[in-house]
């Protein structure tokens, strides 16, 4: 091991106070950057910003005044028993599913009516139709709102009834319509036969015909 340097001169001793206060603070200064970036309330920074832009993603941009005041932070409406993380992850998750779901449609009434008259098409073909092509969009409107309730449940457990609540409501309430349709649909030609069908069809009995609202 070797020996540690010996100042003999009031001069050196003082260089070498100098230098060794210098590491020093530069050494604070590291550390202090490092805390910094991995401080908690960076994190939570973080995760608000995400929060926010998946919010305006869902429901729409706000307004300047009230971007200017979500900018600023509330220390004293921020809960830290709120899990911000696991937040953004349903918020992301709800936004896949809208954007599956308007990938399938953004009208209900014109998307049944498309796969009605796909269904039509195939009567010349069988008795009955395929009834497959009723079945099929069911299955993925049903499998879209399975995923809807649980996170439409927990987002109100984190936020109550607040607008990323309400955006994942009516996510919720258009998927149930278009699956009401279907099953109107459904439910008439399984039990009515296609007599029935073509009656309620001509008179305007279709639950997307009149346009209800679920």
Request: charged share 25%.
């Amino acid at each position: 091991m070797a020996h540690p340097i010996i100042h003999k001169t009031p001069k050196a001793k003082l260089a070498a106070a100098h230098e060794k206060c210098q590491c020093h603070y530069a050494k604070e200064l590291i550390l202090k950057r490092r805390r910094d970036l991995h401080s908690p309330k960076r994190d939570m920074k973080e995760s608000q910003m995400i929060l926010k832009a998946i919010s305006k993603g869902l429901h729409g941009s706000t307004s300047d005044e009230d971007s200017e005041s979500e900018s600023e932070p509330d220390e004293e409406n921020s809960s830290d028993d709120v899990d911000l993380s696991d937040l953004t992850q349903y918020l992301f998750a709800l936004k896949i599913i809208k954007d599956e779901m308007l990938a399938l449609t953004d009208d209900p009434c014109a998307f049944v009516q498309g796969v009605f008259q796909e269904y039509i098409k195939t009567l010349n073909s069988s008795a009955k139709g395929d009834v497959t092509i009723l079945e099929t969009p069911m299955a993925t409107v049903q499998g879209l709102l399975n995923h809807i309730i649980p996170i439409q449940d927990q987002i109100l457990n984190f936020c109550g009834i607040s607008p990323e609540w309400r955006a994942a409501d009516s996510v919720s309430h258009f998927l149930r319509t278009i699956l009401a349709y279907l099953e109107d649909i459904l439910c008439i030609l399984t039990f009515d036969g296609l007599t029935e069908l073509a009656l309620a069809h001509s008179m305007g009995e279709f639950m997307y015909q009149k346009g209800i609202k679920i």
